[in-house]
């Protein structure tokens, strides 16, 4: 409440001092478009130092160049057809590494014996990075599309299972207390308590998982690759066209940036029910 | 359940002993609950009050204890907490385990006087509201025996007094056995036919509530059973 609206004492304290408006400690109220004032000021000095040629174009090309770059690129299909390819990848390893991450997650989760058995084994692979693992996985499945698969898989249900099980394990008891009082079966239990109870956990998992596909995916591209946004980036690199290279980089930015704000989209929607917290 | 069911006790408790630790929680115990019988149960912090009513509600798995305890099949619990599925929505909530049997779940929530809100997440309910839910979520399994543990214990005064109103039309819609535990005096002998107190795992004092309805503490008869309870939980006034 404000001072103002106190009508009684306030008003007549007023009377004999004015009410010194405080200043308003925190860093004050948003700005309008704040979020796209510090891109535009890169994208200023960086147009600036093209024209004015403070910036070589061989070490970083102008934004112009890149924009037409792009059009020529998607012109003559050669962007699209990488961006399909790599987009490809990305979504199969990330549908099986989702797959795997909720089926070990739901095996080590819901029996002893399961994490007994699982839980070890992947907090060991956790331990090692995915891309750490791409020498041996080269040596066992060739630099073909299995192995770019694999790797991104591998990269995507860790997060997924740890924040899965984690979920399944941070359930409150007496949830299960209640569950047992009006004597649910094994798999109604499931179903209305523990998979919804597990899904924020998921769906937090699926955030890091879709980051971490991305991050795998320009690493494989760029070995020995013959398609793919990294693979056009790395060809440019040996003919140094910073501005395909460039362009490479706003799709992939692109990319990422998108595909958090669906995964975003998809925790409002299935999470509605903590909104109402949240507000 | 036994086909002369209305002549035998909904509960029949038997020489019951629970331990914890080698510390018998619950100490040679009998105890008989008629059918359709509201029955509070008393007692101070640690008396086994809690202890009896989930070995009542099969809750007390790796419990060691012997003892004969006959209840009936159809059990339901309120808690203290109004423990609703924060993911699930009210009418969901309600018929939980009942296999979509809405029709019921909706007559329900209107008996507790939340007609309209089926749809709402348990969240944007009042605490209040969440134990009128919790209420419905029992009395649409029409139980032969209701346990409640301490159900209004977390609501403000005001509230648990509509709760006292509710819960006693319910009763008298239903007709369930019910074991009340509560560790308020007052709303014993309000609610209550038999008021029971549990210390050290026995029952130390018994009475028959004949008060006419509606009880208030301002009845000189309600006043002498109160003392006579509050004496029994060594509590001199």
Partial sequence: ?279 | MAPNASLVSTVQVRDLVRRYDDRAVLDGLDLDIEPGEFVALLGKSGSGKSTLLRALAGLDYDVDGSGELAVPENVSVVFQDSRLLPWARVLDNVVLGLNGAFDRGRRSLDEVGLAGREQAWPNELSGGEQQRVALARSLVREPELLLADEPFGALDALTRLKMHVLLRKLCAAHQPAVLLVTHDVDEAIVLADRVIVLDAGRIVAEETISLPAPRSAADPGFAAVRSRLLDALGVSV
């Fill in chain 1, 1 to 279: 409440m404000s001072a103002t609206t106190l009508p009684g004492l306030r008003s007549r304290e007023a009377a004999a001092r004015p009410v010194v408006r405080r200043r308003r400690l925190g860093p004050g109220k948003p700005i309008r478009f704040g979020a796209a004032i510090g891109p535009v000021l890169l994208l200023a000095i960086w147009s600036i130092g093209s024209a004015t040629g403070w910036i070589d174009q061989r070490v970083l090309s102008a934004p112009w160049t890149v924009v037409t770059t792009a059009a020529d690129l998607i012109a003559d299909g050669r962007l699209q057809s990488n961006l399909w390819t790599s987009a490809q990848r990305a979504l199969i390893g990330l549908a099986l590494g989702i797959v795997l991450g909720v089926v070990l997650a739901l095996i080590s989760g819901l029996s002893r014996l399961g994490e007994a058995v699982l839980d070890g084994p992947i907090q060991i692979k956790r331990a090692i990075p995915s891309l750490a693992l791409l020498p041996l996985l080269i040596l066992w499945l060739g630099i073909g599309e299995s192995m770019k698969i694999v790797t991104i898989l591998l990269g995507v249900f860790i997060p997924i299972y740890i924040h899965t099980h984690n979920g399944l394990r941070t359930i409150d008891s007496r949830y299960v207390e209640l569950a047992q009082t009006v004597g649910l079966s094994q798999w109604e239990f499931i179903r209305r308590v523990v998979l919804p109870g597990a899904l924020p956990g998921f769906l937090l998992g699926l955030r890091f998982a879709v980051t971490g596909a991305w991050l795998s995916l320009v690493v494989v591209e760029q070995i020995n690759s013959t398609s793919g946004i990294g693979y056009m980036m790395e060809l440019a690199r040996t003919y140094g066209q910073t501005d395909i290279i460039i362009v490479g980089l706003v799709v992939y930015g692109a990319l990422g940036l998108l595909s958090d704000a669906v995964v975003r989209l998809i925790q409002r929607r299935a999470l509605s029910w903590r909104r109402t917290l949240a507000s």
